[in-house]
């Protein structure tokens, strides 16, 4: 079974679990933050070797971590249901509490994950663009020369100009599949630093703005919450040859 967790909102879900449900060999199963939220029983066990967890949720489903072989991960909150039961001065400790709960239950299902939760985020670090550059340039990307200073208005760094994002293209990273929409011919040098820049986020589903720059593709933006729709069906038979794979050191390494 695959499991899909998305927020209530999430604009993909819907066409993600349409499409996903052809192509998973034992089915899907689709979770929000809120009905994790609203559960009414979990039973998480930590061991030596493995952590076990079953979740009953307010529909009556059952969502047993050894029944769940890969995993798509677009959580980007806690579920806020149970926290605010407790009141006064513990709920700060139980907020944590409840924090660290979810994050050892998204790391008890083995399998494919995409993408695996960060101490800075639920499905991948959320960072700051300077970051992202520090990053992509890293990766091997061509990046733009940008001066960032403490007495620059901190509400316009990492600002990209209007010329630049006009022109800009949106690239989806998959494990090993990095595509534009519309065939767009990107190079194999753009393609290795994909890979790559997925690889050093954590993020083996990240989504990438890039901008032709005369003969190269210059990075531009990345989320780890990209809007899958663009990929269409040639990402969605990409997402589910991801997930059928045993493990992602070998998508994520390479």
């Excluded at 407790?86 to 994050?103: H, K, M, N, S, T």
Aim: charged fraction near 20%; charge should be positive.
């Amino acid at each position: 079974m695959w499991l899909l967790l998305t927020e209530s909102n999430d604009p993909c879900a819907a066409w993600l679990l349409a499409g996903l449900a052809r192509r998973a060999p034992g089915g899907v199963e689709w979770v929000t933050a809120d009905q994790l939220g609203q559960a009414r029983r979990w039973e998480h066990r930590v061991g030596r070797s493995e952590t076990l967890s079953r979740v009953e949720l307010a529909d009556g489903r059952w969502i047993d971590s050894r029944a769940v072989t890969a995993t798509i991960n677009r959580l980007l909150r806690l579920p806020v249901a149970l926290p605010r039961r407790v009141r006064g001065l513990d709920q700060p400790y139980a907020a944590q509490e409840w924090g660290a709960l979810i994050v050892s239950w998204l790391a008890a299902f083995a399998g494919p994950m995409l993408n695996p939760p960060s101490p800075l985020g639920l499905s991948g670090a959320f960072r700051h663009p300077i970051e992202w550059e520090a990053l992509a340039a890293q990766a091997g990307f061509l990046v733009p020369e940008t001066c960032h200073s403490s007495e620059a208005d901190p509400r316009q760094l990492g600002r990209t100009s209007g010329s630049r994002l006009s022109k800009s293209i949106p690239v989806l990273v998959s494990g090993l599949r990095v595509q534009a929409p519309g065939g767009q011919a990107l190079g194999e040098d753009t393609v290795r630093a994909a890979r790559l820049l997925a690889a050093l986020a954590g993020a083996p589903l990240l989504g990438l703005q890039l901008a032709p720059v005369r003969d190269r593709w210059q990075f531009v933006s990345a989320t780890s919450w990209p809007d899958l729709r663009v990929g269409g069906e040639s990402l969605l038979a990409a997402l589910a040859r991801t997930l059928n794979t045993e493990s992602l050191r070998y998508e994520v390494a390479a």
